[in-house]
């Protein structure tokens, strides 16, 4: 199967490394966010940009994605934990349940009022880039299915109690009989009355109509660590759907999306920043402030430097989220070019182009309609 929207989306190869998807995504997030682009469509965009990265930065999602397409990677094919991938054969069912279900046993039958954890969901949490560099303590609401507070989850009216189905007498499924090209078939289906169950509400409660669950806005606070990244999660044990039969709640996976900033590109414990400074500056050198995320430094700068030159500002990047200290800060240079100049600034650098044996430059002559275009300009 040939599975490359998502790489197209991010302008990758399939056979594109993290660091080249990630630096993908850097770029396209930061072209396409609300935030700074405006443009009709450029928040389906980043929508966009942001699926392909959230399975193409995961190894096993991406496997999954190159094998069976978005389906595979959304856990489409099979069920590991936390519903994130993985094949262990619980999604399928193993042969035993194929041959159940077509043909009547072959396997052990389930037991329908057995404990069942609830399901899993997902939060997105959008955080600040300070906030990802320093961590931070968020709360957030979300709607899951609770276990309901009047019947504490059996789905019956208070005073009363669910008894086995009458039809499947408990076991959750019943055989019918088809006849077929090849003879009388049987197989095991759900049950009709109890659904699956093995067990008959006969007074149901008037909060939940029988379900058990009812949903609700849940709140709960979310402990950021310093130095995540977009796409990576954070586990919330019992945070998720309530269980069934008495078992355990699912679990909450907060995925975290990091905002761009206007200032500061990061990757990783690197962040980087680019410094414009004068011709002057370039030339003779100078001491200048530069902002980090740490608070404003002071640099030097050499005499002689050239537009591109890095610097490097040790300690003052991101903290390294599964190791210690934290990373650099890559100052980059950009010498500016003045767009107008005055008469005396105009003297100074021929005098300077004088100086270097550049006698031959000749400075153009604004005509009339420059000189309205520079007062249209102006305005």
């Known amino acids: 199967m040939n599975n490359t929207e ?13 660091d080249e998807i990630k630096r993908a995504y850097r770029k396209l997030s930061k072209k396409y966010h609300p935030d700074i682009n405006k443009e009709a469509g450029a928040e389906d965009k980043y929508k966009e940009v942001q699926e392909a990265y959230e399975t193409l930065s ?17 856990g489409g094919f099979g069920g590991g934990a936390g519903g994130f ?10 042969f035993e349940d194929i041959f159940s279900s077509f043909f009547g046993g072959g396997g052990a039958s389930r037991n329908p009022s057995a404990p069942r954890q609830g399901d899993d969901l997902q939060y997105r949490l959008n955080l600040e880039f300070e906030e990802a560099i320093f961590g931070a303590e968020k709360d957030i ?10 019947c504490h989850g059996s789905g019956a009216k208070p ?15 019943i055989n019918v009989d088809t006849q077929t090209p090849l003879g009388m078939m049987r197989r095991q289906v759900t049950c009709d009355v109890c659904h699956g169950t093995g067990k008959e509400i006969k007074e149901p409660c008037n909060t939940c109509h029988g379900t058990g669950h009812e949903k609700k806005a849940h709140k709960v606070s979310v402990k950021v660590p310093a130095g995540v990244e977009t796409g990576q999660q954070i586990r919330l044990q019992n945070q998720g759907e309530a269980g069934f039969n008495g078992g355990p709640y699912g679990d909450l996976f907060v995925i975290i999306n990091v905002l761009p900033s206007k200032k500061f590109e990061r990757d990783g414990s690197t962040i980087y920043y680019t410094l414009n400074i004068s011709f002057a500056q370039a030339a003779l050198g100078d001491t200048v402030e530069v902002p980090t995320v740490h608070g404003a430094v002071e640099m030097t700068i050499p005499e002689g430097t050239q537009t591109g030159k890095t610097f490097r500002l040790k300690g003052k990047g991101a903290p390294r989220l599964r190791g210690n200290g934290q990373g650099d800060q890559h100052v980059t240079i950009n010498v500016v ?8 600034q105009k003297e100074a650098l021929l005098a300077l182009a004088a100086a ?8 153009k002559k604004k005509g009339f309609f420059d000189k309205v275009k520079d007062a249209f300009d102006g305005e």
């Open 356 to 363: 270097s044996g550049e006698n031959s430059i000749q400075p």
């Open 6 to 18: 998502y790489y197209d989306r991010l302008g990758v190869s399939k056979n594109a490394s993290q």
């Open 337 to 344: 070019t003045p767009t107008k100049l005055n008469e005396a």
């Open 141 to 150: 609401t979300y709607n899951r299915e609770a276990e309901c507070e009047t």
């Open 58 to 74: 995961d190894e096993q999602k991406r496997a999954a994605y190159d094998q069976y397409g978005a389906a595979g990677a959304n």
């Open 159 to 173: 005073g009363t109690s669910p008894v086995t189905c009458s039809r499947c007498h408990g076991q959750g499924v």
């Open 85 to 94: 991938g993985g094949f262990d054969g619980s999604g399928f069912g193993g």
